[in-house]
């Protein structure tokens, strides 16, 4: 079955520095959902894009976080510069078209020291 | 706006208990439901949804959920626990079919 890849598994960052996430959805899907899942919580949101445009991206921190999605298939979600608080899962999911359920990747976990 | 409560961020139960696991949401119009189950350090696996063929569900591993209009309710059942059930388990809402809500899940232990 296929799956959503996403990379690194576990990153170790230093506060204020950068910080970058991979994602690569299943081939085919159209829609692309980054999510951050504090310890204890659900997973909330962060960006949303259609093919190559962003639908949603209302709860990111624009000030420190960018996401991009040039040629519509993979991801990349930046932080610059990364504080204590950024610590979490970064979760990717994809969904091939309206009402499908998402399918998640095995996430990146970020610490920051 | 919609969104998703999950009673009981903690549940215990025997092996070969029943596993129930509470949701509610908050919608005018029976939205899109969904079931994900969580292990350590891994992403989210459906377990089930709903999108309005039929109010009883049946998913993996032996799982199924009713939604209840009348109760706003979708929980989340299995007869009998086994030790590998015992992970986190969250309930998700869809009205729109492209937005997800996520509740913040339940966490189940299955004692031997």
């Known amino acids: 079955e296929a799956e959503v890849a996403q990379s690194p598994r576990y990153k170790i960052t230093e506060k204020s520095q950068a910080v970058a996430f991979w994602c690569d959805p299943i081939?085919?899907?159209?829609?692309l959902y980054w999510y951050r899942q504090i310890l204890g919580q659900g997973p909330e949101l962060l960006v949303q894009?259609?093919?190559?445009?962003?639908?949603?991206d209302s709860q990111l921190p624009k000030d420190r976080f960018s996401a991009e999605r040039l040629k519509g298939v993979d991801s990349t979600l930046k932080i610059q510069p990364a504080e204590l608080g950024d610590s979490a899962m970064y979760l990717c999911?994809?969904?091939?078209?309206?009402?499908?359920?998402?399918?998640f990747g095995n996430g990146t976990r970020l610490t920051v020291t | 706006a919609q969104s998703v409560t999950q009673l009981g961020s903690h549940v215990s139960v025997s092996e070969g208990a029943l596993v129930l696991l509470r949701c509610n949401y908050s919608?005018?119009?029976?939205?899109?439901l969904f079931w994900y189950v969580q292990y350590p350090n891994q992403g989210l696996q459906l377990l089930l949804k709903?999108?309005?063929?039929?109010?009883l569900v049946k998913g993996i591993n032996g799982f199924e959920a009713e939604f209840k209009k009348s109760e706003t309710s979708f929980h989340l059942t299995k007869p009998s626990a086994h030790m590998s059930d015992a992970a986190e388990y969250f309930c998700?809402?869809?009205?729109?079919?492209?937005?997800?809500?996520f509740g913040t899940g339940t966490s189940l232990t299955v004692i031997p």
């Open positions: 999911a994809s969904s091939p078209n309206r009402g499908s359920p998402l399918h």
């Open positions: 081939s085919g899907h159209a829609t």
């Open positions: 894009f259609q093919d190559e445009s962003v639908v949603d």
């Open positions: 919608s005018s119009v029976p939205p899109y």
């Open positions: 709903y999108t309005s063929a039929a109010t």
């Open positions: 998700a809402v869809s009205l729109s079919g492209n937005q997800f809500y």
